[in-house]
């Protein structure tokens, strides 16, 4: 189950907790901001573009670069990570990694694990209808009863649905919780 109060999915755990990480080293990372000449600037570049180096990975792997999470921190480096200098832009990507936690932490990355499991689903049954073709049947319904099952086991995290019991008993829980799925894919 996802939710406010429920536990995350061991991913999401293991995303949210990196999130974490790099704010802290975030913070500590503007802090170590020096004066010369009366222009303040980061004084430990390596330790800046390590970090930079991390949060490009974390945004770009869990949101994709095309994500509006993607988009703000392509904003705030336009002109790439070696222009960052100053406490101030590392705190505006600070924030934007708390904004993103806040996200995974509440879910909101199911429509994106949605439409990549969709496109993974479609080569695995795409799958399946080639081994039924050539007569290995028996594979081609494990191959089909894969999809189906993690379908509605993802259906079922969308929902607040418990998606570690029995698939059978998940089906039952969504059909007694009045869903309804949704033909155009939503």
């Keep these: 189950m996802t939710g406010p109060n429920s536990p995350l999915p061991t991913r999401l755990r ?4 990196r999130m974490h990480e790099l704010i802290t080293e975030g913070k500590g990372v503007a802090k170590l901001e020096s004066q010369s000449e009366g222009l303040p600037y980061i004084s430990d570049k390596v330790a800046l573009h390590a970090w930079l180096s991390k949060v490009n990975n974390i945004v770009d792997t869990t949101f994709g670069e095309k994500s509006s999470q993607g ?4 904003e705030i480096m336009p002109k790439g990570p070696m222009y960052i200098e100053y406490s101030y832009q590392v705190l505006a990507i600070v924030g934007l990694l708390s904004g993103a936690v806040d996200d995974v932490e509440k ?38 009863r894969v999809v189906l099952e993690d379908s509605i086991r993802r259906i079922a995290r969308r929902e607040a649905q418990d998606s570690t019991q029995k698939v059978s008993i ?15 894919g939503e």
């Design 14 to 17: 293991r995303l949210s907790d």
């Design 71 to 74: 988009r703000h921190l392509r």
């Design 107 to 144: 879910g909101y990355l199911l429509k994106q694990e949605f439409l990549i499991a969709g496109e993974l689903f479609d080569s695995l049954l795409e799958q399946a209808k080639r081994l039924s073709e050539t007569g290995y049947k028996a594979p081609a319904a494990v191959l089909g």
């Design 170 to 184: 998940i089906n039952d829980s969504l059909k007694n919780a009045g869903f309804t799925p949704n033909p155009a």
